[in-house]
């Protein structure tokens, strides 16, 4: 039995001039110890769905129209402020993209890093400080002792991304989720996180989401990868096949366009178009507009379906054997 098993979470926001269909019908299951990617463009719905598993985003305008999320028994979208309060933190931790504002300016790093101790372990003063400084060291942080009296601003990006993955592991969760957990970094720093957030893991088995708008991140890191378009997935598969064979034509475009492919001096390929709005108009396939094997039948709507083992696409072509 997975960790984690989302099934059809359909989350929109209701905007004065619309619908925003952020997450439409998305369906995935995270294993114990696995680390998961969900990949896609930016606007694609990778964070509403993490959020929305969170209990974390704003209803209204969110509004939660279908879905389940049973996390280890629990239906996440389903259970009350209280029941999600003790799992934030204490059994499933959150890294955010941008760690400036995830950190409270106000509050000293060491303040912070054990809030978590404080409120779901109930850890009297000296132990948690010997855990909050053992927790800092332990994601690389120089110097700890001194760190921890730093107020954020004091910290580089780095640092302060070090801070909220030692936050967010403190209590040991079973699920790590990071939001773009390097985004905000140059690549140096970025390969060190990663690093970090994979050593971590494998020392206690954290299962962990790693959300990403860059393919090459989850290559180096994921055993399997959900890739989402327009608020749904389009191809869920272990990292191999995804890369290799992939079978969602969306998949095949974001390879594409990954820059070491290319040769020196030639220009890097991008998908023509734009992603579509989430207003859920005109049905059909949404990558459709930009692809090149639509046919008449992408007018129909597709559903995500397992056309090799362990390899799902939602592309229509793909599953009659077309394309
Ligand atoms: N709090 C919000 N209120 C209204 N719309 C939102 C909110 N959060 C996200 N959205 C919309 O949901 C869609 C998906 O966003 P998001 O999940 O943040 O994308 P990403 O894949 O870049 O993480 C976007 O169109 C975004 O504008
Ligand atoms: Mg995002």
Redesign the pocket.
Known sequence: MALLEVDNLTFH?H?RDGV?R??DGVSFAVERGETFGIV??????????C?SLLGL??RP??RLVAGRADFDGIDLLHCTPRQLRRLRGRRIGMVFQDPMTALNPYLRVGTQVREPLAYHLGLPGGEASARVLQALREVGLQDAEERLRCYPHELSGGMRQRVMIAMALIAEPELLIA??PTTALDVTVQAQILDLIATLQRRRGTAVIL?T?NLGVVAGSCARVAV?YA?RVVELAPVGPLFHHSRHPYTRALRRSLPHRQGRGRDLPTIPGHPPR?DGGGGGCPFAPRCDHAASLCAETPVLREVAPGHWSSCLRVQRGEV
Do not use: N
């Open positions: 926001f905007l925003v952020a997450a896609g463009e930016s606007g694609c719905g990778k964070s509403v769905t959020l985003l704003p305008p969110g939001d773009e959300i708008h989402m608020g989430l």
